[in-house]
């Protein structure tokens, strides 16, 4: 690979685009902060979508927008981002802040002492904004009693900082909020990061887009034949699931065949075998959906790619 392709290929895995849904949830939190900022009023919000709908790269985003400011005495990290561990105990959560807060001290100490240290450290590094990537871990512990303490703790937790707060995850999420009911009222806000929220279009239609304005900056043009844009925006809606991970890997994928073996366009074909590659190795003939004989049916079934976990949380965004 040419240094030129390897540059080519970085710039377009780092690019992030604007599309709809990405939009509206940092223009909620934007909004929250701001309020916060002019009032010193905390709301709180969901932010709510399968894995690679963009949850972490939104937090990045809103981190970049709100950089730390350089003081003399100690820096001000306005957006703190806590990464949410797997099966976490409050005393593994309470940790993760610290460790946000870039202390590592209290790793023996106990959850009291843990809880004052946060409290402390989000005052004095004027902590303004707080994002819980990955919270869905929080309710992925098991049993119900741990689910109610670490509930009850971040109630607490919350109503003690009174700073806005998002958390960001699995759709699943929503069941660590049934266990407070206190908790859910101060995160009745739920936005949602899937494609076909738009009633005026269809999602096969803002998947495509999704896709054309991620394809565009590629300066390599995609030949849909011979499908036409209804069709092809369905398609590519069935081999991504509307996610941005899966129609980056996709392109991403195909990009880098066509540059290896200096085609001049982005075809059918080509996009057929990067689904096999890169999303499902089964998914060929009429389980792959570039294929002339493909089947029109979501691949979420047991073993298929996009195969869910029954939450009996609500779905949203599906054709
Ligand atoms: N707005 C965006 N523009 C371009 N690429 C994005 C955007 N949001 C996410 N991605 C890409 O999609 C992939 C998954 O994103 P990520 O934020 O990790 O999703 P999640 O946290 O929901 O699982 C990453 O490769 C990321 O670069
Ligand atoms: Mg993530």
Redesign the pocket.
Known sequence: MTPEIAERLKLF?E?????AP?VAAKDAIEENLQLFRETGVARHMLIL?E????????CDWVERINPPIHHEERDQIRVLIVRVPPAVSVGGIAEAFLNALGSFWAQRSSVPAKTKQIILLCRKCGVELILLDEAQHLKDRGDTKSQYLIADWLKFLLDELALPTVMLGLPRLEELLQTNEQLRRRFSRRVF?TLGQDDAGSVERECLQLFTS?ALPLNLPVRRGPFNNTDFGCRLHYATDGR??YI?KLLFAAFRKALLQDLQAIDIPLLAQAFTEEIWREGIGKLNPFNEQFVFRSLDRGGEPFERAHTGARRRGRA
Not at 15 to 19: E, M, T
Not at 51 to 58: I, N, P
């Open positions: 895995d690019d992030l685009v604007a599309f990405f979508g894995s690679g709908t963009g949850k972490t790269s939104l990061l991620l941005i991970a980056k």
